[in-house]
Nanobody, 120 residues
């Protein structure tokens, strides 16, 4: 199972670091991605990282502000979120799978989300 944690309430311009941990799986075997879903909106693919960490993907709206990384020894993937904006408010989920980093269909194992709220 996957579990995302590290969310919270932060003011605009602030930072949060999300973590995605796995139990029962070796996360280093998988491509891992971060997704988010705001109320009334579809789930959005935010960022992904290959199993080695050598390939990453970001949607345009978070480029330069978010950084995805992984520590395979700790079986954890991180999403460092800086310069947060109110429009980043959503439930953030991590997911894992086999395949290309930038393709939604890669991600077949999903965890519970963590709420991120950015106040203006």
């Amino acid at each position: 199972q996957l579990q995302a944690f590290g969310g919270g309430l932060v003011q605009a311009g602030g930072s949060l670091r999300l973590s995605c941990a796995a139990s029962g799986r070796t996360l280093s075997d998988y491509t891992v991605g971060w997704f988010r879903q705001a109320p009334g909106k579809e789930r959005e693919f935010v960022s992904g990282i290959s199993w080695s960490g050598g390939s990453t993907y970001y949607i345009d709206s978070v480029k330069g502000r978010f950084t995805i990384s992984r520590d395979n020894a700790q079986n954890t993937v991180y999403l460092q979120m800086n310069s947060l904006k109110p429009e980043d408010t959503a439930v953030y989920y991590c997911a894992a799978g086999y395949g290309r980093v930038g393709e939604f269909s890669t991600y077949t194992y999903w965890g519970q989300g963590t709420q991120v709220t950015v106040s203006s």
